[in-house]
């Protein structure tokens, strides 16, 4: 392709460019400078040096959001990485209305978290539903504070976490599992290897790399979560603000009222390290194993 | 799990079909399993529209009937669409559908163009900077929108975006996503396509718009599904960048509507009922795209 002008790849890519320009790479330039900064939102601010960060290690409301966060990435980690994974094996096979039931299936995903916090809300309150079948059986004296008791909401959160995004993963494991070659399963099974072995020493091996990428995938989208335990009580993270996690605290602390941009910044340049490091880490638990 | 043979099988003592005990044996083991299948199914089925369902159902009871206690009252006795009316009323949210609807277009069109072109560019073009480019488009997609809502609420502000629909659309207008998606299926159409109209003296814009654009028709659908879905459904950003009322978006508006307008929880279930059936429908119907775009957007992000 001869005799272009130098400037016109430059034409098409200018438009999408300056977006991710002026809204990505800007404010993160800005979100690493601010958080060495005293600036509120309102405006101003001077260099502080590290005082931010120094602030952050003895800031309790922080470490809360970090545990929280923690431990919702090491529940749901693990259930989205292996309940999609089952499910695909489920509806991998084409049977009648198959097509009907991926489908179905994947509803969750396309609604809003708002919509599935609002549904999750009714279900589990005081009066909802599943309190309701829990005490008409017997199987609770009182009703079950799903939602007002900070651990039980957080728990509460991670249950609808795994359940939208069981469907997508699904699909994705779907992928992986079409190409898995049928002439290797057909020959284990002339071994004489039975259902559950064929997936153990077959199937599970070859969808390995999959895996790591669900594992990843679900371990950033954990490190970000906030619509799920804000919709779940309204707004409050629990009583006290207990169940807050990192992106609720950051969202708190500065947009709120008296906004502190730079301490926010601050916890915002951990939670980028963190989704890195957490990337990477995936990453290398996976390479490691595998040498071994 | 080897006893595939039964020589005790019934037909095994059948003179004249000596052959059949494994089909047997085996037919039964997999009507079995495809019950055992079947069940499984109708469980998860349970576990993942149930919620959808019970919302439905609550939203359409009347007055006096009742949504809590037990045994739950699974079907309403007396149907209604009083609430979906109620909701009208109260809450302006056919105006925050509209809100909504008017970021969702807007982000789809953004994406699609700009997104193509710029994938263009990075797929069938070779030029200085490119590597630089291409880069900064994954940056956006490794950077959590989440790190950097402060700042960029800062920028939608000095650029007096905050308050506004385009401000709520725009950090979204063309993402790394879907110029990556873009860049992908560009390069896998054949030199050839566009060999044709390079002879013929076509220009750049020409062959981008009248030939390579046309033949990556699928990709484009999934971008447009992709970027319908995620800004109908965001909710982080409208309730950063939003504090007018009147510009909500659903999602906000929807989530505004709990507690605040009502404590009815028919008049809330018929709300987020509103919320979530177009992006149903629209998902049945166009489903072979969405799982299209889940495919491709997990491989290569």
């Known amino acids: ?11 098409f890519l ?15 330039a800005n979100t690493a400078v601010l958080s060495f900064t005293d600036a509120s939102t309102l405006g101003g601010g001077t260099f502080t040096g590290t005082h931010n960060y120094a602030r952050l290690l003895h800031d309790e409301q922080f470490w809360q ?11 749901v980690v693990p259930c989205l990485v292996v309940l999609p994974l089952l499910l695909a094996v489920l509806v991998q096979k084409r049977i009648a209305g198959i097509g009907f039931f991926r489908a179905v299936f994947y509803s969750p995903v396309v609604a809003s978290m708002v919509v599935a916090g609002l549904i999750w809300s009714w279900l589990l309150s005081d009066d909802g539903l599943v309190n309701s079948v829990l005490r008409g059986l017997h199987l609770a004296a009182g009703p079950v504070p799903f939602l007002t008791d900070a651990h039980l909401l957080l728990f509460s959160a991670m249950a609808m976490t795994v359940w939208k995004g069981l469907g997508y993963y699904m699909v994705v494991y779907l992928a992986a599992l079409a190409n898995v070659p049928r002439s290797l399963l057909e020959a284990a099974e002339v071994d004489g290897a039975g259902a559950v072995r064929r997936f153990r020493h077959v199937t599970l091996p070859l969808v390995r790399p999959t895996m790591v990428l669900v594992a990843t995938l679900a371990a950033i989208g954990s490190a970000k979560v906030f619509a799920e335990v804000y919709t779940l009580s309204d707004g409050s993270a629990g009583p006290g603000g207990e169940a807050r ?47 071994a | 799990m080897t006893t595939l043979q039964t020589p005790q099988a019934p037909v095994a003592a059948d003179p004249r079909r000596p052959a059949t005990p494994v089909p047997t044996a085996r037919r039964v083991r997999t009507a079995a399993g495809l019950t055992g299948r079947y069940l499984l199914l109708a469980l998860v089925f349970a576990l993942t529209v149930g919620p959808f369902l019970w919302q439905l159902s609550t939203s359409l009871k009347g007055n006096g009937e009742r949504v809590f206690g037990y045994p739950p009252q699974l079907l309403p006795a007396h149907p209604t669409l009083h609430h979906y009316a109620e909701v009208l009323d109260t809450v302006p949210v056919l105006h925050y559908a509209g809100n909504s609807l008017v970021v969702a277009l807007g982000s789809v069109l953004s994406n699609c163009l700009l997104g193509s072109m710029a994938g263009y560019a990075l797929a069938r073009m070779t030029f200085r900077g490119r590597g630089l480019a291409a880069g900064i488009f994954l940056a956006t997609m490794i950077i959590p929108f989440e790190s950097i809502m402060v700042s960029e609420f800062l920028v939608a502000r000095s650029l007096h975006l905050t308050d506004t629909l385009l401000g709520v659309m725009i950090p979204g207008a063309a993402s790394g996503l879907s110029v990556m998606l873009m860049r992908n299926a560009f390069r896998r159409l054949p030199a050839e396509v566009e060999e044709a109209a390079v002879l013929d003296g076509a220009g750049e814009w020409t062959r981008f718009w009248r030939i390579a654009l046309p033949s990556v028709r699928g990709t484009l659908a999934a971008v447009a599904i992709f970027s319908f879905v995620f800004s109908w459904d965001d909710f982080l950003w409208p309730l950063v960048s939003l504090s007018d009322q009147s510009k909500y978006t659903l999602t906000v508006g929807i989530q505004y509507l709990s507690g605040t307008f009502t404590n009815d929880q028919r008049v809330i279930a018929a709300g987020t009922m509103m919320a979530v059936v177009p992006l149903l429908v629209l998902f049945f119907a166009l489903q072979r795209f969405f799982f299209r775009g889940v495919g491709e957007g997990a491989v290569k992000g």
């Open chain 1, 1 to 11: 392709m001869t005799g272009r002008r130098w400037y016109v790849p430059w034409l």
């Open chain 1, 245 to 291: 996690t990192l992106v609720y605290t950051i969202r708190e602390v500065g947009l709120g009222l008296g906004g502190e941009a730079g301490y926010a910044s601050a916890m915002s340049i951990v939670l980028f390290l963190g989704t890195l490091g957490l990337s990477v880490a995936v990453t290398r638990l996976n390479s490691r194993e595998e040498r």
């Open chain 1, 14 to 28: 200018l438009p999408a460019l300056a977006i991710a320009v002026c809204f990505f790479i800007v404010p993160f």
């Open chain 1, 65 to 75: 959001s970090v545990r929280n966060t923690l431990l919702y990435i090491a529940v």
